[in-house]
């Protein structure tokens, strides 16, 4: 492994306090996301470090990789999943029911809209939409299908090009992208510069709370640079003259925020606003005592895993791994159990005959690793594991025995038949 250093953040990320307060290293680990064409490739690996800011409470990563080098090979193609699909419309009447006039002469924008799926519903009901992604290869699918996407990084100087070429935006939505930005104010900024002034702004993002109750240590890796809390994302919001109006959930991405937000002083946040932070004191969600012991949790998790997968070598079992995601290469690699499987199924055909990051294991179909008769299967993408278990036992036909890493580590016997 070729270890690398990286620019290492001297101040928060979002307050610009000082001294933010390292809480879990997990030490050197290649970029999640990058995927390798042979097995004996030498890779970079870099610092991955979790610090805590007691000043704002924003959860944070210490090093921030060169945006360029970690999403210039980007495999993930929002639409693959049916639920998704099925989201996207709740998504669009859920935003639609609190637009409440007119938006006629206006558009919806999303910014880092991918393959345009969530763009979709409110073009087939007529509606203006504009995407923005960074990456040329999935917004030219956008374009293919019909959604406008223009390929760019979105900042405030992206948003002042927008306003001069289309005016202000009734609705915009930034799906689990904010937690990804190096420049958190920036591009807060800029959602706020190309908002109209009685618009909405929905985010997405995943939250600190399900990440430490869950023991999403899974989620960590170079990508994901903030872990917002309602607390620490309200006063990110607060600095640009944005406040929360609404809390919601995502039916998807193993536990999500919905945040409806609008100019300060446009609506009071509801009653739902109120709980859920009062539930985060109570919980002490924002307390740096909570986030040491999710580390050490998080170690001891790991621990467990690698025995368990230990045991079923010792017992002459193979196991291969199913769901060949970021999320994966974090559990994999921090676990380090990743020379005890044989192969990663995953059903993405772009990465088939890949090689996963640190791990260098082969990627293959479903029904490849099916055909390979392994003994066990971990399923690494656990957020969708009762979809995946469904289907190894359905249509594979798999009886050999299951393993749920994550929220409880679970091992499910052969299935008698
Ligand atoms: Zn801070």
């Known amino acids: 492994m070729d270890k690398r250093q ?23 680990q290649p970029f999640a996301n990058h995927l390798l064409d042979t097995p004996d490739e030498t890779e970079k690996s870099y610092p991955l470090q979790l610090s805590f800011c007691p000043n704002c409470r924003l959860v ?15 495999y993930w193609v929002t639409g693959t999943s049916s639920s998704t699909r099925v989201y996207a419309e709740r998504f669009c009447k859920e935003a639609l029911k609190r637009i409440d006039k007119n938006i006629d002469g206006s558009y919806i924008l999303e910014v880092a809209s991918n393959d345009g799926t969530f763009l979709k519903p409110f073009l087939e009901r007529g509606i203006t939409v504009q995407g923005i992604d ?33 005016g202000p935006a009734a609705l915009t939505f930034a799906r689990n992208v904010l937690p990804h930005v190096a420049d958190a104010n ?3 900024a800029g959602l706020k510069k190309v908002m109209a002034p009685d618009g909405l702004l929905v985010l997405e993002i995943h939250y600190a709370r399900h990440i430490l109750e869950g023991l999403h240590y899974d989620s960590i890796y170079h990508e994901h640079l903030c872990y917002f809390s309602i607390e620490s994302v309200a006063l990110l919001l607060r600095r640009h003259g944005l406040s929360i109006v609404d809390i919601g959930e995502s039916s998807i991405s193993g536990g999500s925020l919905v945040l409806y937000v609008k100019a300060e002083g446009v609506a009071s946040p509801s009653s739902e606003v109120t709980r859920w932070v009062k539930e985060e004191q109570a919980d002490q969600i924002n307390e740096l005592s ?11 998790h790991a621990g467990r895993l690698a025995r368990a997968i230990a045991e079923e070598k010792a017992a002459g079992r193979s196991v291969a791994a199913y769901g060949a995601s970021a999320r994966s290469s974090t559990m994999i690699n921090f676990a380090a159990i990743g020379p005890s499987l044989t192969m990663i199924a995953d059903q993405n055909k772009i990465k088939h005959g890949k090689y996963t990051s640190g791990s260098h294991r082969r990627i293959c179909a479903p029904g490849a690793m099916i055909d390979s008769h392994p003994d066990t299967v971990l ?13 190894l036992r359905g249509p594979l036909g798999f009886t ?7 929220p409880e580590l679970a091992i499910m016997e052969t299935e008698q038949t």
Request: glycine content about 4%; some cysteine; aromatic content about 14%.
């Open 134 to 166: 960074p990456a040329a290869n999935i917004a030219s699918l956008a374009n293919d299908d019909g959604v406008p996407t223009e390929v760019d990084f979105f900042g405030e100087e992206l948003a002042e090009r927008l306003i001069m070429k289309q």
């Open 6 to 28: 990286l620019a290492r953040i001297t101040s928060c990320r979002v307050c610009k306090h000082p001294e933010p307060e390292t809480f879990f290293d997990l030490g050197y």
């Open 60 to 74: 944070q990563l210490n090093h921030t990789a060169d945006p360029a080098e970690l999403f210039g090979n980007y």
């Open 290 to 300: 909570t986030w040491r012991d999710f580390a050490d949790r998080s170690r001891d």
């Open 400 to 406: 050999g025995r299951v393993i749920k890493p994550l």
């Open 186 to 188: 920036d591009f807060v």
């Open 379 to 391: 399923v690494t993408a656990w957020n969708f594991f009762d979809e995946i278990e469904q289907f």
